[in-house]
C-alpha cells in the first residue's frame, strides 16, 4: 500500500501518490490531507477553522519573532496602560490635594477651597470637590 501517513503538513510528500498507485488509494490520500489540515488549524472547536483567513506575506512577516499570541500581547499592553493611568491619577490626586491644602494654609477660606468642579479632556474626567482632585476615565 502506498498511502503515505502523517500528523504535520512536513509529514506529507508531494510526490505521493504515486502515478502507478491504484485510484482506489485515491480517497485515503485526500482523507489524510484533510485530518493534517484540521490538525494543524484546528479553530475554537478542533473541527477546522469555521471561516477563511486571508493573510498577506506581509502579515506573516509581521507574526515573525511573536512568542505570544496577539491578543496576549495586548492585553499586556493594556495593563502597563492601566497602571501607568492610574499612577498619573494618584499623582494628580496628591497635587490637587496638596494644593487645597496650601490654598488653606494661605489663608483662602474653606468655601474657596472646596468649591467643586469637573472638566473632562482627552477621555479622562477630572473633579475638583471637597479639595480632593479625582481622576476618572470616561
Known amino acids: 500500500m502506498s498511502v503515505e501517513s502523517g500528523t504535520t503538513i512536513a509529514d506529507l510528500s508531494s510526490n505521493w501518490p504515486l502515478n502507478s498507485d491504484p485510484i482506489l488509494e485515491g480517497d485515503d ?13 484546528p479553530g475554537e472547536l478542533g473541527e477546522g477553522l469555521a471561516s477563511p483567513v486571508t493573510l498577506t506575506e ?16 495586548i492585553d499586556a499592553i493594556n495593563l502597563i496602560l492601566d497602571q501607568a493611568v492610574s499612577d498619573i491619577a494618584k499623582n494628580i490626586n496628591d497635587i490637587g490635594t496638596k494644593a ?3 490654598a488653606l ?8 477651597a472646596t468649591k467643586s468642579t ?5 477621555g479622562i474626567k477630572h ?12
Open 58 to 73: 506581509q502579515d506573516f512577516e509581521n507574526l515573525a519573532g511573536t512568542t505570544s499570541s496577539a491578543q496576549a500581547q
Open 127 to 138: 473633579t475638583f470637590s471637597n479639595g480632593t482632585l479625582n481622576i476618572i476615565t470616561v
Open 118 to 122: 469637573s472638566s473632562v479632556f482627552g
Open 105 to 112: 494654609s494661605d489663608g483662602l477660606d474653606e468655601k474657596a
Open 29 to 41: 490520500h485526500i482523507r489524510l490531507i484533510k485530518q493534517i489540515l484540521k490538525s494543524q488549524f
Open 100 to 102: 487645597s491644602t496650601i
